[in-house]
């Protein structure tokens, strides 16, 4: 069995919001395994866990580009903030952006396609390397293309146009007035943004999701009766979608409708029916655990005589 270390519990009192002594307790049944100790406190009723663990921890920038009806997502990673402000590291971020808009976002492909000056993305990354003189990584790039209709974005904290920290893109596929989809499709990104959604439905959620979430309905209310059982498991997950679907979602604009009631609501202004086709949302470091140093003894560390 696992270690239960008190950094370990500490962390997990950090992600579930329960008490010391019920984390240490999740842990050991657990055998020191935090997820499945996030169940356990769930399923008795003593946290609400936060759907996302992941922890953001790496620098750098997410970049956006988009060309209508097609847009592209990248997150480029750092080793510290000041890099991510470094404008020859903001050049490249948003470059390969708008290579991957161009050629392809799967990662490979994109890595070996042609970048402006004559080499290909991989070596750009390895020329920023050598010249800022820090490790550099192309994490993830994600792209969506509608036929008609338009590709919109939000990026929060920006510290340029498409560069920021966190970023999203949103297909509407509509052959209505281009604007007001536009409009609708910035209100969703920054939605997304804001509510975290993992699904576009019910329907696209892991399978493997919706069984984690079943077993841990049970097993919080074990011992009742069968049909009783099927009840609230069919209760529990409508609510649990409501959580993270985005069509399902409470509109961040007007919490008293859904996402999908006010996609639906807007086809009168724009003219057509409105399809809400999906979304990509990128926070960057998302689910990268960071070593956490000591800044002070570092410096201290480097300035000693040796």
Excluded at 13 to 22: H, I, L, N
Excluded at 73 to 100: H, K, M, P, Y
Excluded at 265 to 282: D, M, N, Q, S, Y
């Amino acid at each position: 069995m696992a270690e239960v270390t008190a950094a370990l519990v500490k962390d997990l009192r950090e992600k579930s919001g329960a008490g010391m002594m019920d984390c240490k307790n999740a842990l050991v049944e657990s055998s020191g395994d935090i997820e499945v100790a996030i169940d356990w406190l769930r399923a008795k009723g003593l946290s609400k866990a936060a759907k996302k663990s992941g922890r953001i921890a790496a620098e750098g920038l997410v970049a956006i580009v988009v060309q209508g009806n097609r847009g592209v997502v990248v997150e480029l990673n750092s080793e510290t903030d000041f890099v991510a402000r470094n404008e020859e590291f903001q050049v490249l971020a948003r470059g390969i952006a708008a290579v991957a808009i161009e050629k392809s976002a799967d990662i490979e492909v994109l890595l070996n396609s042609h970048y402006p000056g004559g080499a290909t993305v991989k070596d750009a990354i390895s020329n920023a390397i050598a010249t800022i003189g820090e490790n550099m990584n192309l994490r993830r790039a994600a792209e969506l293309h509608v036929p008609h209709g338009v590709v919109s974005y939000y990026v929060h904290n920006a510290v340029t146009e498409g560069l920021g920290k966190i970023g999203v893109i949103v297909a509407l596929e509509s052959t209505g007035a281009v604007e007001e989809l536009q409009k609708l499709g910035r209100q969703i990104a920054m939605h997304v943004a804001a509510s975290s959604p993992i699904a576009l439905d019910s329907s696209t959620v892991d399978p493997s999701v919706i069984e984690r979430e079943k077993a841990v309905l049970l097993e919080k209310n074990a011992g009742k009766p069968a049909n009783v059982l099927e009840k609230i498991t069919e209760s529990g997950l409508k609510s649990y979608f409501k959580e993270i679907c985005l069509v399902d979602q409470p509109f961040v604009m007007d919490p008293s409708k859904s996402v999908g009631i006010a996609v639906k609501e807007a086809e009168k202004t724009v003219g057509a029916p409105v399809v809400l086709k999906g979304f990509v949302r990128f926070a960057l470091g998302e689910g990268v655990e960071k070593e956490v140093t000591d800044f002070a003894a570092e410096v201290a560390a480097a300035v000693k005589p040796h």
